[in-house]
């Protein structure tokens, strides 16, 4: 197998008895210090280096070519950022289908829509406190704002009011977003700074 660090040859391993774990974990001496492993590319395969379940075990024989990609802590903040900012954008638009369905009536489809904005919103919060601890300056998403409005939402989905559910998504919950998306793209952002 022909090991990479970022392109850079490393040499050749006879890896037939090895785990992709075991190789990972015996290259990180091939990793500059400052920075963070954040791919495994197995042949044509990337795999994140977070999902330790899809390659930790998984035997090394027949791999080819295996490249190991690193980046610094803050490029790798920044790009955890920009994921966020670009998840909250589509949350924005999942939010806005849900306003349209639960207009048209069609409530079972828009409330199946709404459950995934919600899960996607929480893990977006978790995303972008996770680049802010990392280095990329501060949060764009407060849950101190968010608290009062998903307590709303589900006090109307609890009622059952469509009505109020598609008030508080159109007149609150979105324009709140949107001045998410603001302060990310401006870089004012809110919540605690990480020196």
């Known amino acids: 197998m022909e090991i990479f660090v970022n392109e850079r040859p490393i040499g050749e391993v006879a890896a037939e008895r090895a785990t992709v774990g075991e190789l990972v974990e015996a290259l990180g001496v091939h990793v500059d210090?400052?920075?963070?492993?954040?791919?495994?590319?197995?042949?044509?395969?990337?795999?994140?280096?977070?999902?330790?379940?899809?390659?930790?075990?998984?035997?090394?024989?027949?791999?080819?070519?295996?490249?190991?990609?690193?980046?610094?802590?803050?490029?790798?903040?920044?790009?955890?950022?920009?994921?966020?900012?670009?998840?909250?954008?589509?949350i924005e638009g999942r939010l806005e289908r849900v306003v349209d369905t639960l207009g048209r009536g069609e409530i079972r489809e828009a409330h199946g829509e709404l459950a995934v904005a919600l899960d996607e919103l929480r893990l977006t919060m978790v995303l972008d406190h996770q680049a802010m601890q990392l280095g990329a300056g501060q949060t764009f998403s407060a849950q101190d704002e968010l608290a009062p409005l998903a307590e709303a939402l589900l006090g109307a989905q609890r009622r059952a009011d469509t009505g109020a559910t598609r008030k508080l998504l159109a007149d609150s919950l979105l324009p709140l977003l949107r001045g998410w998306d603001a302060r990310a793209t401006s870089g004012v952002a809110t919540g605690p700074v990480v020196t």
Do not use: K, Q, W
Not at 63 to 71: D, G, I, K
């Open 33 to 90: 210090p400052g920075e963070i492993l954040t791919t495994i590319t197995l042949d044509d395969e990337v795999i994140s280096a977070g999902d330790e379940t899809r390659y930790a075990r998984r035997r090394a024989a027949g791999v080819h070519r295996m490249t190991l990609t690193t980046c610094t802590v803050p490029v790798f903040a920044a790009r955890l950022r920009r994921n966020a900012r670009e998840a909250l954008l589509s």
